[in-house]
C-alpha cells in the first residue's frame, strides 16, 4: 500500500510554469507506476501524465505534450510534474495516483490517489 500527497499547486499566469511534487510513503515506491490526472469543474478526471518504475518512456495525455515533463527520484519517493507554458484550460485539481499493472490512461486503473492540488492558470 502507498500513501500521496501532492504538493506545488498554486496561482500562476498564463505562460508560467509550475512544479507539482508527489510524495508517496509506503513500502516499495519503485515498484509502482505513478500517473498525474487533473479534474476541471464538472468535467470527467483526465490523464495528463504517467511513468513506470523506471522514469522511461514517460506517457503523456495530447493537451500537455511538449509542454508538461513527469519525472521520478525513486530515492526520496517522488514523483514530479513540470508543467511550462500553462494556459487557461489547464486550471484543474491535479491528482497522483499510483498502480502496479502499468501506465494507463484510465483513472479506474489506478489504486492509490492523493487528495489532489489546486492549479489555476488566469488569462
Known amino acids: 500500500q502507498v500513501q500521496l500527497v501532492e504538493s506545488g499547486g498554486g496561482l500562476v499566469q498564463a505562460g508560467g510554469s509550475l512544479r507539482l511534487s508527489c510524495a508517496a510513503s509506503g513500502r516499495s515506491f519503485s515498484n509502482y507506476v505513478i500517473g498525474w490526472f487533473r479534474q476541471a469543474p464538472g468535467k470527467e478526471r483526465e490523464f495528463v501524465a504517467g511513468?513506470?518504475?523506471?522514469?522511461?518512456?514517460?506517457v503523456y495525455g495530447d493537451p500537455v505534450k511538449g509542454r508538461f515533463t513527469i519525472s521520478r527520484d525513486n530515492a526520496k519517493s517522488t514523483v514530479y510534474l513540470q508543467m511550462n507554458n500553462l494556459k487557461p484550460e489547464d486550471t484543474a485539481v491535479y491528482y497522483c495516483?499510483?498502480?502496479?499493472?502499468?501506465?494507463?490512461?484510465?483513472?479506474?486503473?489506478?489504486?492509490?490517489w492523493g487528495l489532489g492540488t489546486q492549479v489555476t492558470v488566469s488569462s
Open positions: 495516483a499510483a498502480c502496479v499493472d502499468g501506465i494507463y490512461i484510465t483513472a479506474a486503473k489506478y489504486d492509490y
Open positions: 511513468t513506470s518504475w523506471s522514469g522511461i518512456s514517460p
